[in-house]
């Protein structure tokens, strides 16, 4: 009998070993776990950190490599620089940022009628139907405009309270071109339309276009602002007829048979240049498994001047 407690006792004993054993190893486990969490934490923090600092560095020597512009011209674009860290990279690539319409200029003095013609002219090169091009250019107006005078098929404030979500114009020029979503009528597809050929700067001046850089897909932005007469197709063509080494001067363009046709009067020269107005850097930095992205444009149309105009960081 006695044999059989001693047994039991043996096997209770034994039991509660097991137990505190699997006990043990699960809270092992479970701080393990908690341990390789932390450290990858750490990590992606450490990560994150290095980014923070190699972004702000390319910031501090990203204007330098945009004056080389200057003396590369266009041998400085698209070409990516590699810059080594010390878990990563930054690959660097310029791009002129002259050619797109400033919608900003849309807020000019004495309701910027000349500006307002040309966008009407961009939405319809860009295959948007004529009514629609007027609406869209008035309520594009209307949001950088100072007042709240709504033009003929405008937009100001008393249309956006009517929205589900209320919310007012902003009666003040552009900071970002993603404020373009918020005004009426400016839908996924018209954007997906015109969204190569816009930008905002800083102020109501439209840059000239630099020739040396248009591309085919900035046809409607050549027709829009260089003649009221112009073709989309004429565009087209003239950037298509660009020689290998680059027009050199304006007047080499200008001797084209489609655009020396066009009469003096309905032509703006002004609005052509061969040198860029604006540069754009884009750089990719790669630390360790993070990765960010960051582009910056530079205003760059005083000579030896870089002014920082416009930081986007992240998915666009
Ligand atoms: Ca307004």
């Known amino acids: 009998m006695r044999d059989v407690f001693q047994s039991?006792?043996?096997?209770?004993?034994?039991?509660?070993?097991?137990?505190i054993v699997a006990v043990m190893s699960i809270a092992a486990l479970?701080?393990?776990?908690?341990?390789?969490?932390?450290?990858a934490l750490a990590r992606l923090s450490d990560e994150r950190s290095q980014i923070m600092w190699a972004a702000r560095s390319t910031e501090a020597v990203a204007s330098q490599s945009v004056l080389q512009v200057e003396t590369l011209g266009t041998q400085a674009f698209g070409k990516p620089t590699v810059f080594p860290l010390d878990r990563g990279t930054?690959?660097?690539?310029?791009?002129?940022?002259?050619?797109?319409?400033?919608?900003n200029s849309l807020g000019g003095d004495a309701g910027a009628p000349a500006a307002h013609e040309a966008y009407k002219r961009l939405l319809l090169h860009s295959g948007i139907l004529p009514g629609d091009a007027q609406r869209l250019a008035d309520t594009a107006a209307d949001w950088i405009d100072g007042d709240e005078e709504t033009r003929a098929y405008g937009a100001e404030a008393e249309a956006y309270r009517r929205q589900p979500v209320p919310y007012r114009t902003s009666n003040r020029l552009m900071e970002n071109i993603s404020e373009l979503r918020a005004?009426?009528?400016?839908?996924?597809?018209?954007?997906?339309?015109?969204s190569?050929?816009?930008?905002?700067?800083?102020?109501?001046?439209?840059?000239?276009?630099?020739?040396?850089?248009?591309?085919?897909?900035?046809?409607?932005?050549?027709?829009?602002l260089f003649s009221e007469v112009m073709t989309l197709e004429e565009a087209e063509g003239a950037i298509r007829g660009r020689p290998v080494s680059g027009w050199g001067a304006i007047d080499a363009f200008l001797g084209l048979d489609t655009i020396s046709r066009i009469?003096?009067?309905?032509?703006?020269?002004?609005?052509?240049?061969?040198?860029?107005?604006?540069?754009r850097l884009d750089a990719n930095i790669n630390v360790g498994s993070t990765r960010e992205r960051i582009a910056l444009v530079y205003k760059t149309d005083a000579p030896g001047t870089a002014v920082l105009v416009e930081r986007r960081v992240g998915a666009f």
């Open 263 to 279: 009469a003096p009067e309905s032509r703006n020269d002004a609005i052509l240049g061969v040198r860029s107005g604006y540069v």
């Open 196 to 224: 190569e050929n816009v930008c905002v700067r800083p102020d109501t001046n439209q840059t000239a276009l630099n020739i040396e850089t248009l591309k085919q897909s900035n046809a409607a932005l050549l027709a829009a």
């Open 183 to 194: 005004v009426e009528g400016y839908t996924p597809e018209i954007l997906r339309r015109i």
């Open 8 to 19: 039991k006792e043996r096997g209770a004993a034994l039991l509660s070993i097991l137990m």
């Open 30 to 39: 479970a701080a393990v776990e908690s341990l390789g969490r932390s450290i």
């Open 90 to 103: 930054i690959i660097a690539t310029l791009s002129d940022a002259s050619n797109c319409f400033n919608l």
